[in-house]
Structures are given as structure tokens and as C-alpha cells.
């Protein structure tokens, strides 16, 4: 019943959205949701993780939207309203045909059990060498351009490229899920000149 229902919003919430032009997505996010921030940048920190409870290939996740999202040890409450909120997120997409194309990933410190729905496009990870995923958070977290302390959920675009943060545990999940909606029907990003030449060295 709950997942008709999220089915039903997203409906509702989406001809409004769609009106708007594809390039023009991450305007139009960040006017509807306060809690969004848009990035568009082509590099990312190195992430260096493995699955918690199974080998976690990264090829995977390649061509996929990455929803990630850190945990760290002492994080508490905010992490957890925060998960519980991906949660839904996750359900509304997994009603969809969304489905095949986003991986959740959620990394927590060693010792922490990141808290997820047991579904094959959530994956339960922790930092390949042992520590705190507060330093992997941290990384990230130096992506934004706001002063904030909540924690952050990085949307990374089929072409790996990060797309945006949703801040805290405030955002709408219907706002989450229909910005994923729009990257999924998005263009393949097309690389500048700078990407083109250093993406020779890779």
C-alpha cells in the first residue's frame, strides 16, 4: 500500500518538474529544495571502500547513479534520520524502473552497522583500510560550498560526475527521488577540454 501511495506522489510531483528543461535541472532542484546543493564537478576523491557483509565490485557501480552517504562513529541521531530518510528514498525508487540504474552505498566506520534496507542496490560499506569513515566523510564534505556540519548525501551522475548534496536529514524524499528521476534521463555529460586532455593520464 505504501509503495502505491509513494508511486501516486511522485505522479503528482512530477509534471510540474518535467516542464522543465533537462539542462536546467540542477536550477530548478535547488529553487524547489533548500537542503540541495548543485556541484557539477568532474573529480572526486579517491574512495577507497569495501562492502561490509560482500565483495563489492567497482566496475558495479559504473554507469550507475551512486547515492553515497557516510556514517561515521559518534555521528548519531543526524546519520540516522538521515539513513531513515534514504530509506524511503530508496523504497520510491526500488517501485520504479529507476531501479536498474542507482546504487545506494553507505559508508560507516568500522564497528558500525550502517543502517539500510536488504536490497540488492543498497550496499552496506566500510573504509578499505581500517579507521573512521570520518575521513572519507570529510573529503566530501570539502566539495561544499556551505558551512555546514549536518552530514551530506553526494550524488554521483552515470558518468561519475558529482552532481550534487542533498544537506542534512530535512530534504523532501519525493525532491531526492525526482532529481534522480531527471539524471536518469539526462544527456551523458560532456567533458571539457581540461577533462579530455588530463583524462589521458588516468
Not at 86 to 95: D, K, P, Y
Not at 104 to 120: H, Q, W
Not at 167 to 179: C, K, N, P, R, W
Amino acid at each position: 500500500m505504501r509503495s502505491v501511495l509513494l508511486v501516486t506522489l511522485l505522479s503528482l510531483a512530477a509534471p510540474a518538474f518535467a516542464n522543465h528543461p533537462e539542462e536546467r535541472l540542477d536550477e530548478v532542484m535547488a529553487e524547489r529544495e533548500p537542503a540541495f546543493e548543485p556541484t557539477g564537478l568532474d573529480r572526486l576523491p579517491a574512495l577507497d571502500i569495501q562492502a561490509a557483509d560482500r565483495e563489492l565490485d567497482p566496475d558495479a557501480l559504473e554507469g550507475q547513479i551512486v547515492v553515497l552517504s557516510f556514517v561515521p562513529e559518534g555521528c548519531g541521531e543526524p546519520c540516522l534520520n538521515q539513513q531513515a530518510l534514504l530509506a524511503e528514498v530508496q523504497e520510491a525508487i526500488g517501485v520504479t524502473p529507476m531501479r536498474e540504474m542507482v546504487s545506494f552505498v553507505s559508508v560507516a566506520s568500522s564497528g558500525v552497522s550502517p543502517e539500510g534496507p536488504d536490497a540488492e542496490n543498497w550496499v552496506g560499506a566500510r573504509p578499505q583500510e581500517p579507521g573512521d569513515a570520518a575521513a572519507l566523510a570529510a573529503l566530501f564534505s570539502a566539495l561544499s560550498d556551505r558551512d555546514s556540519s549536518a552530514p551530506m548525501v553526494h550524488v554521483i551522475d552515470r558518468d561519475g560526475r558529482h552532481a550534487g548534496i542533498f544537506h542534512g536529514a530535512e530534504f523532501g524524499h519525493v525532491d531526492m527521488t525526482l532529481y534522480i528521476n531527471g539524471l536518469t534521463n539526462a544527456h551523458p555529460h560532456e567533458p571539457g577540454m581540461f577533462d579530455r586532455i588530463f583524462g589521458m593520464f588516468r
